[in-house]
């Protein structure tokens, strides 16, 4: 009689060795169980870290109203700064054209009058430019004397002496000074 064996050679060598057959599922068994593992060990690492960027996206907003108000607050306490810089500097020349109008007028010797009076104002010194009208050169001269023995008065320039006749048919001198003016304080 003939054997005639239909079973595949693959079966026979399963029948033969069955523990390769428990090996072979036991290690793909195990690679799932591990390839599992790490990746839910993965996914639990990525939802923990959109929590924790989540919390630092609320934390950030948080801060940036913070940061909005500070920056709010340095702009008005910047504004503040720079009106209070302004009204001291009012505060320190409010009174240096009253001081400065009653030291033209002590150095106005007699017979001088003034037409008009320019200032150009600086931090230590004011610069004058002004015309006036003299009964005569003397009185000019005595004009010029005074602004140069001055402390407060620097640099005096004359320039454009004219004569003029007055209503009454006097001789007048008009005359224009630039001159420096130290800037004082009130005392």
């Not at 072979?24 to 990746?39: R, W």
């Not at 948080?62 to 009204?87: E, F, P």
């Not at 004219?162 to 009130?186: C, M, R």
Request: aromatic share 6%; hydrophobic share 45%.
């Amino acid at each position: 009689m003939t054997k005639i064996n239909l079973i595949p050679k693959e079966a026979i060598i399963k029948e033969d060795y069955p523990e390769l057959t428990i090996l072979a599922v036991s290690c793909i068994a195990l690679l799932i169980i591990v390839l599992g593992y790490s990746y839910t060990l993965k996914v639990k690492k990525r939802i923990a870290l959109k929590r924790e960027i989540e919390a630092v996206q609320n934390e950030l907003a948080q801060l940036q109203t913070t940061i909005d108000q500070i920056a709010r607050l340095k702009a008005q306490k910047d504004a503040l700064n720079t009106k209070k810089t302004a009204l001291e500097g009012l505060i320190k020349t409010r009174l240096v054209y009253p001081i400065l109008m009653e030291d033209v007028v002590k150095i106005l010797p007699a017979g001088t009058w003034l037409l008009n009076l320019n200032t150009k104002t600086g931090d230590p010194s004011t610069l004058l430019t002004f015309n006036a009208t003299a009964y005569d050169n003397y009185i000019i001269a005595d004009l010029l004397q005074a602004l140069e023995d001055s402390q407060i008065f620097k640099n005096p320039e004359i320039s454009g002496i004219t004569s003029a006749a007055s209503d009454k048919g006097a001789s007048l001198k008009q005359f224009s000074i630039n001159v420096n003016y130290i800037n004082q304080e009130w005392k």
